[in-house]
């Protein structure tokens, strides 16, 4: 099985689309996951530079990210419908995949089950994979309560971010393995952050003080890694996605962050190479 690991444009948006490709890829990833903003110039040029890449670099990837945010008091029929065309537009840009950060933690179950069964259509009609993150204030905010969802739907794909469920549950997750044992054959794309049971993310997790944190979640991304090996997958994809202010701790009174965020990223994309060959 292939890994392939991808640069998150996070923390990054100062640069030109140019500047911020060709970092990345000089910096020996395999493509790009990105927020990208509304239709408009900067996005034109960032399609146009990603051609470019990926006529150097062929399989260059492109990863979307789908998230779209509720208005205050919003109903959830006006947030599906906004979330269906925010997929319509990505979708026409023809990444490799989307992550998506879909539905709400407050919404009913059959309210985040249409917004499920949308980006399950869309998937269909274009052949484009839509999957989506485990991440708080989501559908998938946390461990138990995703299993509802992904019994219903058998078919639903995960980008596997375990940092978010031990915020949640203020626990390294000790007590929920039955939950983990089936969430982790559903994830097909990973975000590679070492949180912790107070927080999405710690300072540097090359630290000496975070060493057990990083050992727990090295065992879970192991378990996806090993069970898509089993089942003949021929890919897994890998997003180290340790991200600027404010998820990454600040000193008092300087506000200056207590870690290189680009360092670390490559920093964990050479610890999982490593790792997983």
């Known amino acids: 099985m292939i890994i392939r690991y991808i640069c998150p444009s996070w923390g990054h948006g100062h640069l030109a689309p140019g500047e911020l490709l060709r970092r990345i ?3 020996g990833f395999d493509g790009v996951e990105i927020n990208l903003p509304d239709p408009g110039p900067w996005v034109e040029a960032f399609l146009s530079e990603l051609d470019t890449i990926r006529r150097q670099i062929p399989g260059f990837l492109f990863v979307a990210q789908a998230i779209t ?3 205050s008091g919003e109903e959830a029929a006006a947030f599906l419908e906004r979330t269906k065309k925010n997929l319509q537009v990505l979708l026409s840009y023809r990444p490799d995949f989307i992550n998506a950060h879909s539905g709400k933690d407050y919404y009913p179950f059959e309210e985040n089950c249409r917004v499920l069964e949308t980006g399950i259509q869309l998937s269909a009609e274009t ?10 204030g989501r559908f998938s905010f946390h461990a138990p309560a995703l299993i509802p969802y992904l019994r219903t739907f058998p078919e ?14 203020e626990s390294m997750l000790e007590d929920q393995e039955p939950f983990l044992e089936e969430i982790v054959p559903r994830i097909g794309h990973l975000h590679a952050r070492i949180g912790s049971e107070q927080a999405p993310q710690v300072s540097d997790p090359f630290a000496p003080e975070w060493g057990s944190h990083v050992e727990r979640f090295w065992g879970w991304w192991k378990q996806v890694a090993d069970h898509r090996a ?11 996605e340790f991200g600027p202010v404010p998820y990454m701790p600040v000193a008092p ?8 965020q680009w360092e670390i990223n490559l920093r964990m994309k050479d610890f999982l190479k490593t790792r997983l060959g």
């Open 69 to 71: 945010s509720p208005f």
């Open 253 to 260: 009174f300087t506000q200056q962050p207590l870690g290189n």
């Open 25 to 27: 890829a000089e910096a």
């Open 127 to 136: 052949g484009i994979r839509i999957l989506h993150e485990t991440h708080r």
């Open 156 to 169: 639903l794909e995960l980008v596997g971010d375990f940092s978010h469920f031990c915020v949640v549950s």
């Open 230 to 240: 089993s089942t003949g997958q021929t890919c897994l994809t890998i997003t180290p």
